[in-house]
């Protein structure tokens, strides 16, 4: 009997599920807004639906569905289950894994949204076949996920990876969690729109003028780049300046993990393309020791907006599989 | 037949060999000077002349003597032994491991002298029984050492830990590395030294306004200390800014690694003590995540200078056990 999985990727503005059979096609998906102004029980009900729509898209029998897997924004317990608090969610305290477990009388893993989305890149996509992997993912903020000898690592906190909030400015600017310099604060699509912006306030001179304008809105990682390509000198500054931020927090990381390789992912890099990463390598390359960078190399992250359901997917597979031979054995 | 092992710890000053009993009683021992502007042959010898030393200060028929382990300064490569390069030894691309293994006919360990007291540390002090230990020894400079899911971690690079080298304060003072701003730069001995001459210089007022001027001679943590403790408040302001920063570079760690346990030991914290400590734990846990943190016991290192030899030698011991229960399988 065919086998089939489902991933969930748990956002605060989508929910995205897929079906995947044993060779991780994916035979059936479903998408919809997360509305994250209701409440915890109306997103559940959300996410359930979502998922629903996912299986009843497929032509697969229910029955065949042996596990769930979703990657949620925490921090979270993986152990239990437990979504402890999210900055985008109305979860507090939720029990969203054994709420979905009851629900669809199913194996529920629950991990990192970024975890999931590094998991994805390990086990089928740019990070293949390495074993200890940093995986940081630059879009509105930066998130990370660890590979550590070959296994998704979540530490004693289980929360372990949160590389956006290394302080590599101490006193430099505020960051949404309330410290000062961290990375997410000096290279995030965020910083970046807020230099820009503050830059064009005090009269810099930039094709991003009018966008720039508008109140609190949050300049788009495609107007960037554009401005960019334009040869708008201010943007190419400040995106410079982002890249060597970057490149100082991965060179510090690489100090203290030592990985084989280094994933980059998310909507910033994805936008800013290969001149942006080779930026990134350099800078981070003049921090890190050169027998820790010498046989590193810094990848492109290759499944996009599949990562997600794909790493959750393999989590909620892979368990399965452990259950399954512990009660053989 | 009882089964000893021997454990050498090699500084750029000094060498220190003990010889360990199954039950890490110190039966037999010796210390020399490293004389380390000798040439790599003769400092070889040295070391050579230190273990015979020990093992003969010590009542053993040296046939019971299963094992050696030597902690060095790195970069090095445990799994081959030789030693890349050592910024105060004359070893380069040096075979330490295989030298000695055919100078005393035994299997020989080499790891990161930083690695091996935080070993012995997570073996046989602060951190026993922790899963996941950050060790930061603060001194001259700051290394550590990783323990990750129970066992020591070395990365890809197999020379994980540098945590002195992550930088906190971008375009912050030169480091020892050559970048600017690592946490060695800001909150070392070095760094604390160099500040309070530095202040000095530019008219501070200082008890150790006569010890300063003495050119390129580095304070010592107990002329620091001895200042702080009698009211300097020059010397006050200083050490409280190199615990900020010590917290700033642990939070961040913290953030990354989410460790159940901190250790921290070397010269500045046996010096400071108490305060100190309790300084640099609430700075870090005003970096690290409420999550991460709530449950994280910051302590203090318990081997002293033995953490080395016991650690190397509780390697040995290891490495030697996992290689008979392979030879038995």
């Not at 409440?39 to 042996?66: L, M, N, W, Y």
């Not at 960037?224 to 190419?236: F, N, P, S, T």
């Not at 981070?284 to 810094?298: D, P, Q, Y």
């Amino acid at each position: 009997m065919n086998s089939y999985v489902l991933g969930i990727d748990l956002g605060g503005t989508k929910i995205d599920a897929a079906l995947f059979d044993e060779s991780y096609n994916i035979v059936g998906r479903h998408r919809d807004k997360t509305e994250a102004w209701r409440c915890d029980e109306e997103v559940f009900q959300r996410i359930v639906g979502v998922a629903s729509a996912a299986i009843k898209s497929a032509a697969v029998d229910p029955a065949q569905i042996t596990a769930f897997g979703i990657g949620s924004p925490g921090p979270l317990d993986p152990d239990t289950g437990y979504i402890i608090n999210t900055a985008n969610l109305p979860f507090k305290n939720f029990p969203l894994g054994p709420r979905l477990s009851e629900e669809f009388q199913r194996r529920v893993v629950v991990h990192n949204d970024v975890d999931a989305g590094v998991y994805g890149e390990f086990r089928r996509g740019a990070a293949s076949g390495a074993q200890n992997v940093l995986g940081v993912f630059i879009g509105t903020g930066i998130g990370g996920g660890l590979i550590i000898n070959g296994g998704l690592y979540n530490g004693f906190s289980k929360n372990a990876g949160e590389v956006g909030h290394i302080v590599i400015k101490a006193g430099g600017p505020r960051c949404g969690c309330g410290n000062r310099g961290c990375m997410e604060s000096l290279a995030s699509r965020i910083a970046i729109a807020r230099d820009i912006k503050k830059a064009i306030k005090r009269g810099a001179r930039s094709k991003l003028a009018r966008h720039a304008g508008k109140g609190k809105e949050l300049l788009s990682s495609k107007d960037i780049k554009k401005a960019y390509d334009d040869g708008d000198q201010l943007v190419r500054k400040i995106v410079h300046r982002a890249a060597r931020y970057l490149g100082i927090g991965l060179g510090s990381l690489v100090n203290v993990l030592g990985p084989e390789m280094i994933v980059l992912g998310g909507g910033v890099i994805e936008a800013m393309g290969e001149d942006f990463m080779a930026r990134i390598d350099r800078a981070m390359r003049k921090i890190a020791f050169e027998f820790s960078a010498t046989n590193l190399r810094v990848v492109k992250a290759q499944l996009g907006d599949d990562a997600g359901v794909i790493g959750a997917a393999t989590l909620a597979r892979e368990s399965a599989q452990r259950a399954g031979a512990d009660e053989r054995t």
